[in-house]
Each structure stands twice: as C-alpha cells, then as structure tokens.
C-alpha cells in the first residue's frame, strides 16, 4: 500500500497497482473531501481526545447508510439535502475510503506529533 500525507496530517493508503497518476486524482478528491468533512460533519462526528482531534474510521456500510440518510433528508435537522449533496457525499466516502485507519501505525504516529 502506497502511503500519502497533506498538510493536515491525515494518512492515505492507495493499493499499490494503483497508478501514481491515478493515486495523485485520489489524493486530490480526498483532501476535497476532508474540506467537506470538515465543513459538514466535523462538529458532530470528530471526537477530541486528549487535545488531539480524532476523526472516526467510517466504514462502508456507514458511508451507504449516510447517502440514504441524506438521499431522503432524515439525518437531522442541521444536515439536510441544501447542506450537502449526493455528490459532496461521494467526495467524503472518497476520504473515508482511503483514509488511513486510526489504529494503523502509521496514523497513530502522526497523531503523536501533533
């Protein structure tokens, strides 16, 4: 697995048949994706833990219960179909998919550095 790091400090793990080429469009539609996360999702779903902001490793099944939560406006009232659309969804599955996972080494360590 092919390891890449923004300037947030947040791990992406592309497989490593995936051409460079194709992971730099990746890494790009990630960090879009954290933007939205941050801007969206953040403020309910980012836990601090001991001063250190830990973003949570959403699964797939998570991600899909998300898209039919907002494909049919049911999430809450602060995240309705205006706020965020399908399509800022699949960004931010994006993100999750290719985020590193916060047990993973790697991840750990640069929450350490923080």
């Known amino acids: 697995m092919m390891q890449c ?4 400090k947040i791990v992406y793990i592309f497989p ?3 051409a460079p080429d ?5 890494e ?3 960090k879009k ?4 996360y941050q801007i969206n999702c953040a403020k309910c779903h980012t836990k601090n833990i001991n001063g250190k902001n830990i973003i949570p490793d959403f699964t797939i099944e998570k991600i899909s219960a998300y898209e039919i939560r907002v494909a049919n406006a ?5 995240l309705t ?6 399509e800022e969804l699949g960004i931010i599955s994006t993100f999750f ?5 916060n047990s993973s080494k790697d991840s750990l360590k640069l929450l350490n550095k923080k």
């Open 5 to 8: 790091t923004s300037q947030q």
């Open 16 to 18: 490593d048949a995936m």
């Open 22 to 26: 194709i992971q730099k469009d990746y």
């Open 28 to 30: 790009k539609q990630c």
């Open 33 to 36: 994706g954290y933007i939205l």
């Open 74 to 78: 049911l999430h809450s009232d602060s």
């Open 81 to 86: 179909e205006e706020r965020i659309t399908a």
């Open 97 to 101: 998919t290719y985020k590193a996972r």
